[in-house]
Structures are given as structure tokens and as C-alpha cells.
């Protein structure tokens, strides 16, 4: 399986990216898709995730402002992410798992200037 991201770049504080994240290969054994971010010297965290059957998790913080979605037709996960803040600043990982196997994508740079 391969997870290739789009959509980061530079936004100013209070406006919003929609980043996409489109599998390829042997997809249709990948259940869970989503996000996780990486700031400098900050673990990889979770952002949101979104299983085959729509359960939906997201990290507290950013709760309200972001939300997942997937077309499961195009094989792709998307994050609208709305009122950013400088604190979102972040590399953005695309995520997708099967049982017993995780999936990365190469990540992409969202910065919120303040």
C-alpha cells in the first residue's frame, strides 16, 4: 500500500488547508486511514482517524476545527482543517492500517504563520 499526501503550504492564523491522502496498491485491506503531525521536537501524534465503517477519533485538540473524511470509492482520506492556529505547525502524516500492518505516507509541511 502506498499513501501519498497533498494540500500542505502556508496559511495565516484563523485560515484553513483541506490536505488529501490517496492508497494505492492492495487497498482494500487497509481499514483504518488518517493523520497524525509531527512538530519539531514533539512525537508524531494522532490528529484524527477514520475506520472503513466511519467510527471517527480525533485528538482533543484540535476537536471543532478539523474534520476527517474518506471516499472510499477514490481510496482517499481527506482533512479539512479550519481556524488554524500557529500550534497546528506541523509535517502531516497520511496513516493507514490493516491488521497487523501500519502504512505512512512522506508527510507534508502545514505552517500557520501568527
Known amino acids: 500500500v502506498q499513501l501519498v499526501e497533498s494540500g500542505g503550504g502556508l496559511v495565516q492564523a484563523g485560515g484553513s488547508l483541506r490536505l488529501s491522502c490517496a492508497a494505492s496498491?492492495?487497498?482494500?485491506?487497509?481499514?483504518?486511514m488518517g493523520w497524525f503531525r509531527q512538530a519539531p521536537g514533539n512525537q508524531r501524534g494522532l490528529v484524527a482517524v477514520?475506520?472503513?465503517?466511519?467510527?471517527?477519533n480525533y485528538a482533543e485538540s484540535v476537536k471543532g476545527r478539523f474534520t476527517i473524511s474518506r471516499d472510499s470509492a477514490k481510496n482517499t482520506v481527506y482533512l479539512q482543517m479550519d481556524d488554524l492556529k500557529p500550534e497546528d505547525t506541523a509535517v502531516y502524516y497520511c496513516y493507514g492500517a490493516r491488521t497487523g500492518i501500519d502504512y505512512w505516507g512522506q508527510g507534508t509541511l502545514v505552517t500557520v504563520s501568527s
Open positions: 496498491g492492495s487497498v482494500f485491506s487497509v481499514n483504518t
Open positions: 477514520i475506520t472503513a465503517v466511519g467510527i471517527i
